[in-house]
Nanobody, 127 residues
Framework: QVQLVETGGGSVQSGGALTLSCVLS????????MAWFRQVSGQEREGVAD???????YVADSVKGRFTVSQKSGKKTLLLQMRDLKSEDTGTYYC?????????????????????WGQGTQVTVSS
């Protein structure tokens, strides 16, 4: 049973920083990728950043230069370091995993390809 557990959300002021962590447990297979999505109330869940099986990373233009995605612990811990946070970064952040070598193509994510999701962690940025 694959499980994803996110931690690290919270409330910060604009310009602040947070680091989100996602730990994958269980056996997902030999090849997988992991990604961060976020969702603002009433809007579609959007992909923010991901790491492919070979370690290549992708970060959405909206957060490029402010967010950094990385892995540790044998690829089973996914981190999202967020700095210079803005009010528009407010939302619920979800970690997801897929048995794929790459999570996205040019930032295009197909949510149906991600069978594993965390419960989400709330990030609130106040101005």
């Amino acid at each position: 049973q694959v499980q994803l557990v996110e931690t690290g959300g919270g409330s910060v002021q604009s310009g602040g920083a947070l680091t989100l962590s996602c730990v994958l447990s269980g056996y997902i297979g030999d090849t997988f990728c992991m990604a961060w999505f976020r969702q603002v109330s009433g809007q579609e869940r959007e992909g923010v950043a991901d790491i492919a099986w070979d370690g290549m990373t992708y970060v959405a233009d909206s957060v490029k230069g402010r967010f950094t995605v990385s892995q540790k612990s044998g690829k089973k811990t996914l981190l999202l370091q967020m700095r210079d946070l803005k009010s528009e970064d407010t939302g619920t952040y979800y970690c997801a995993a897929a048995r794929l070598q790459i999570c996205s193509s040019g930032g295009h994510y197909i949510r149906e390809y991600f069978p594993y999701w965390g419960q989400g962690t709330q990030v609130t940025v106040s101005s």
